[in-house]
């Protein structure tokens, strides 16, 4: 079955540092996510993205984060400076419309800022 | 302010034990997805629930959808230790985010 890899799966980084998450989605979906979730917190939304352009974006989303679709394949959420309370799992999902709105999601990367 | 809340937060029982959770919000789904996630994964899709009403059965698995689109509930008929995970209720929209509920934390004990 197809699915969405996510890569590094930790990524260990100092703060102020800058940060790449990179997911490759399932080839055929055209809609794509990026979701967190802090340790023992609930799944958090920060970022959809269809047609080469943000659709919407959470108040989590501010100007240190940004998404893009370099080459039609990989999906990337980058951090410019990262803080402390960045620190949580980064997961990445993805979808084709008509699909009963099912995401599929990747293995998450755990991203610790120190 | 979309929110969906779950109860419990936390349920430990023992195996061949039933347990329902609920998800409750004040708005209106589309549709709504439980998933269940282990330490370390992302979250695996069991079910989605798209008509006010509908009843999903998944081997001891059973899932409602409120009638008015706005709450849903899953219970497991005797529990197994392979149970044991993080359970999420999601709303969607359309194609539009996914909000996904506070998490019930289920441990079932052998």
């Known amino acids: 079955e197809p699915e969405v890899t996510q890569t590094p799966s930790h990524q260990v980084t100092q703060m102020g540092q800058e940060v790449i998450l990179r997911c490759v989605p399932i080839s055929n979906h055209l809609y794509f996510y990026w979701y967190r979730q802090i340790l023992g917190q609930k799944v958090e939304f920060l970022v959809s993205?269809?047609?080469?352009?943000?659709?919407?974006k959470s108040e989590i989303f501010d100007d240190q984060f940004s998404v893009e679709r370099p080459d039609g394949s990989n999906f990337t959420l980058k951090i410019r400076s990262t803080k402390l309370e960045d620190s949580a799992m980064y997961f990445c999902?993805?979808?084709?419309?008509?699909?009963?709105?099912?995401?599929?999601f990747g293995s998450g990367t755990q991203l610790s800022v120190l | 302010t979309q929110l969906l809340e779950q109860s419990p937060q936390f349920l430990s029982i023992q195996e061949g034990e039933n347990l329902t959770v609920y998800c409750n919000s004040s708005?209106?789904?589309?549709?709504l997805q439980w998933y269940r996630q282990e330490p370390g994964e992302g979250p695996v899709l069991l079910v989605t629930v798209v008509t006010g009403g509908e009843v999903k059965k998944l081997k001891r698995l059973t899932f409602q959808f409120g009638d008015a689109r706005k709450d849903s509930s899953l219970h497991i008929t005797a529990a197994q230790p392979g149970d044991t995970g993080l359970y999420l209720c999601a709303g969607a929209r359309g194609t539009d985010k996914l909000i996904f509920g506070t998490g019930t934390r289920l441990q079932v004990f052998p």
């Open positions: 993205f269809y047609n080469n352009e943000i659709s919407e």
């Open positions: 708005s209106v789904f589309s549709s």
């Open positions: 999902a993805s979808t084709l419309p008509a699909s009963g709105e099912k995401l599929f």
